[in-house]
């Protein structure tokens, strides 16, 4: 009924929700920062809650009429905590920069020192990037990987954090394939006098599911997007210790942002609920299986995998010895519908924009239900694609074979034939 209506008012953007929806499902969708969230929170997202103001928290709103609003904020603080064990959990956040904006804020001033993961080796922007407000609000130190293990160096960070005496030090990254240990972080920041901030945008999935040591016994301020591993709706959360929870909501509202999204809000507490299921953690489980299949099948073909291989749901992909560059592996794998992102690798020679490596991740593809046989077959397409270059008849056969694995996991099945039969009646 939704999406007639949708057609009938505005058949353009029908049309490009319909087109991506097809394109979600007709492509093998690697991007280790993607996930297909469920149908229960595309509909918690598609609500009336959207109309409503409800700036401040629940039972201490700035509007009237919060009541039901309040219910499903309450539920989700509630979720969230039962999952990750925090004192205090603010739910508002609209995205993971909107959170990590609030974060520092609450743990220092802007002109302070912090510290994070470089861009190049796996940080994120947000992690004091100098084009970010992260790097522009703040004096920046950047750490970076060992260049022998290209893993994290706690000896390394702990010498840049006495030397500099940061007021926060940033664990957590993007492109990051190994263990994190936050409580070695921990000490280092101890000993220094920082704060820790924990950014585990890409992890949260894992850490829900005991999967990754959890950094939340021992950060002061702990950030996650909710649509990455999660599997929940676009936005963020932010978890505190309880001295920081006044100084924290007060940060989000009214410091760096107006009204809540409720719509996004209530869609966090179903993917919450649905995290809390045994479903969800065996799904964390085959999401490291497939990533650990895919690791192990891409070496077997010559490929290197920076650091070595993967403890998580992604991996790097150094391509140098297969002579292509991030940037035109990203575009060959595109052609066969195989989405992927290209990466600097720890010591790019290459600049970010054509770098030497691709990211891959298993998150998206394990909800769709596919195991170690079909991380091997794609390890497989992979290394045709980069074989055959501009070889046309190659890529086409590749494509095929991309299409006849697609259909046989489907995605969003329902919603595609719905919008399928409008489109057809006109
Ligand atoms: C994805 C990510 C973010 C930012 O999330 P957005 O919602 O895109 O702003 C922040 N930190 C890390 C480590 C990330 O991977």
């Given at each position: 009924m939704n999406s007639r209506l949708l057609f009938e008012t505005d058949p353009e953007i029908f049309d490009a929700i319909f087109k991506e929806t097809s394109r979600q499902h007709t492509n093998l969708e690697l991007i280790a920062s993607e996930n297909f969230c469920s149908e229960a929170v595309l509909a918690a997202l598609g609500s009336v809650l959207t109309n409503k103001y409800a700036e401040g928290y629940p039972k201490k709103r700035y509007y009237g009429g919060c009541r039901y609003v309040d219910l499903a904020e309450e539920l989700a603080i509630q979720r969230a905590k039962e999952i990750f064990g925090c004192d205090h959990v603010?739910?508002?956040?609209?995205?993971?920069?909107?959170?990590?904006?609030?974060?520092?804020?609450?743990?220092?001033?802007?002109?302070?020192?912090?510290?994070?993961?470089?861009?190049?080796?796996?940080?994120?922007?947000?992690?004091?990037?100098?084009?970010?407000?992260?790097?522009?609000?703040?004096?920046?130190?950047?750490?970076?990987?060992?260049?022998?293990?290209?893993?994290?160096?706690?000896?390394?960070?702990?010498?840049?954090?006495?030397?500099?005496?940061?007021?926060?030090?940033?664990?957590?990254?993007?492109?990051?394939?190994?263990?994190i240990h936050f409580d070695k972080f921990q000490e280092i920041c101890d000993e220094v006098g920082a704060a820790q901030l924990a950014d585990i945008a890409h992890i949260a999935g894992l850490v829900a599911a005991g999967l990754h040591p959890s950094p939340v016994p021992y950060a002061d301020i702990v950030t996650t997007t909710t649509h990455k591993t999660l599997r929940g709706p676009r936005g963020a959360i932010i978890m505190c210790k309880a001295k920081y929870a006044e100084e924290l909501d007060k940060t989000v509202f009214p410091g760096t942002q107006g009204g809540p999204l409720e719509h996004c809000i209530a869609a966090k507490a179903v993917a919450f609920k649905e995290a809390l299921t045994p479903q969800f953690k065996e799904y964390q489980?085959?999401?490291?299986?497939?990533?650990?299949?895919?690791?192990?099948?891409?070496?077997?073909?010559?490929?290197?995998?920076?650091?070595?291989?993967?403890?998580?749901?992604?991996?790097?992909?150094?391509?140098?010895?297969?002579?292509?560059?991030?940037?035109?592996?990203?575009?060959?794998?595109?052609?066969?519908?195989?989405?992927?992102?290209?990466?600097?690798?720890?010591?790019?020679?290459?600049?970010?924009?054509?770098?030497?490596?691709?990211?891959?991740?298993?998150?998206?593809l394990t909800t769709r239900g596919m195991k170690e046989t079909e991380m091997e077959k794609i390890a497989e397409l992979i290394d045709r694609t980069i074989a055959a270059g501009e070889n046309e008849t190659e890529l086409e056969k590749i494509k095929a074979e991309v299409r006849e694995m697609v259909e046989a996991f489907p995605l969003y099945a329902e919603r595609r034939n719905e919008y399928q039969s409008i489109a057809k009646e006109g």
């Open positions: 603010n739910v508002q956040p609209h995205s993971g920069t909107q959170a990590n904006i609030a974060a520092y804020l609450t743990l220092a001033n802007p002109g302070d020192t912090i510290m994070g993961l470089s861009l190049t080796h796996g940080g994120h922007l947000s992690h004091g990037h100098p084009i970010n407000f992260s790097g522009r609000y703040f004096k920046v130190i950047h750490y970076t990987l060992n260049p022998d293990t290209e893993m994290l160096d706690y000896d390394l960070i702990r010498k840049l954090a006495l030397e500099h005496k940061p007021r926060v030090i940033v664990s957590g990254a993007s492109a990051y394939p190994r263990i489980q085959q999401t490291v299986k497939n990533a650990r299949a895919l690791a192990e099948a891409l070496t077997k073909r010559g490929f290197r995998l920076c650091s070595g291989g993967t403890d998580n749901h992604l991996m790097l992909v150094d391509l140098r010895s297969k002579k292509i560059t991030g940037r035109d592996a990203e575009r060959l794998l595109g052609k066969v519908n195989i989405t992927v992102n290209r990466n600097t690798i720890p010591f790019d020679p290459e600049k970010p924009f054509i770098a030497s490596g691709i990211r891959l991740g298993t998150p998206a």
